[in-house]
């Protein structure tokens, strides 16, 4: 009762006016006196290391569950806040605990679970004499729809895959040819090089581009809201965009490739740090639990944070709930098999998925697509550069 809850996180947009007003909310409506002081800072990562680096730190932060490979030593264990609170742990999607932990502890609990989509543009599938209502679900019709769809004299590409935009190009060559960097026998092992799902897809991005079907542009979600693209990949805020251009639009799961099922996401989650007492830990979690914590009314801040910001949910209840279940975006979004592996481009546990999406996946694909090395060649490249990055771990 009564304790201080430092609370730093980085969501400076419209979602942290959101985020201020559910942390209002909560300091008004709890009834064990708990405040929880927030500070929203464009500059989290500096004020995060900084304040570590001299023995202090907030209570919690709201960050990429990856943040366990950067800060792990600074993180407590909270595996413990489903037997301090009444959080049903098999409510949560066992697939997004999965990913916020590493061995027997969990570092983070979810807050927000981002994934990238197949957006198609309705009008554009109709003027090409496609089906609206029937998107690509494997990649050959996907460059057959976009080479219906590609209208040089106006502009219109059917596919918009951008060769400036890693997390893009990872979500799609991962359905190809699966994960980049595996646990091999306890070692990291770099998978490009006779990569053939690797292969297929750069030739394939190679062929839409010389055949004037893929723009060579780097912001294809513009061109998108623009009507400019029929088919492309990317996350939730795509829709905003979208809707705000008032481009009639469907959403759905990027296609599968030889690589399998998968659900390959990235997990946002609430931390507890090292800083914090066995009291401010306990008030955290009273905050956690209020968050996913159902009114009379069958409500909760989560459910509210999946309706208003258009994010997936990480918890059965809320993808169960009737209005979140009316909302066709996020019903589109929660299709995926929530049992199939998260694991986005590495596997979970690898921590040099940054160096990976900086350094190795944009040289990969300029190279390619400005016709400065054969596919051959840039797989080669990258699997010595990623190769030089797991080895550092």
Known sequence: KGTTVTFWNSFTGADGDMLVKMVDKFNKENTDGIKVKMDISSDFDSQLSTAFAAGEGPTMILSSSAYRFTYGDYLQDVSDVFDKTDLNKDDFIQSYLDYCSDGDKTYFVPFQVVGYYMYWNKDLFKKAGLDPETPPTSWDEWQQDAAKISDS???????????????????????????????DNGTWKANFEN????????????????????????????MMS?????????????????DTAGVDYGIGLIPQGDAGDMNSVEVIGFGITTAASDAEKE?????????????????????E????????????????????????KLSAMSAANPEAPTDFI????????????????????????FGNSSVEDALAKAQKSTQKIADKY
Request: net charge negative.
């Open 153 to 183: 004299t106006k502009n219109i590409y059917g596919s918009g895959i951008s060769y400036d935009y890693a997390y893009q190009i990872a979500h799609i060559m991962q359905r190809f040819g699966g994960l980049a960097v595996t646990d």
């Open 195 to 222: 990569n053939a799902g690797y292969e297929n897809f750069l030739n394939m991005y190679k062929d839409m581009v010389d055949d004037g079907d893929n723009p060579l542009e780097a912001d294809t979600d513009s």
């Open 226 to 242: 623009a009507g400019q693209v029929g088919i492309t990949v990317g996350g939730p805020w795509v829709t905003a965009g979208l």
């Open 283 to 303: 008030a955290a979690y009273k905050f956690i639990e209020w968050w996913n914590t159902q009114d009379k009314d069958g409500s909760s801040p989560a459910l």
């Open 305 to 328: 944070w999946s309706l208003q910001n258009g994010f997936p949910a990480y918890t059965y209840s809320v993808q169960n709930n009737k209005e979140y279940k009316a909302n066709k």
């Open 346 to 369: 590495v596997d979970s546990n690898f921590p040099g998925i940054n160096s990976v999406l900086s350094d190795v996946i944009p040289e990969m694909i300029n190279s390619v697509a």
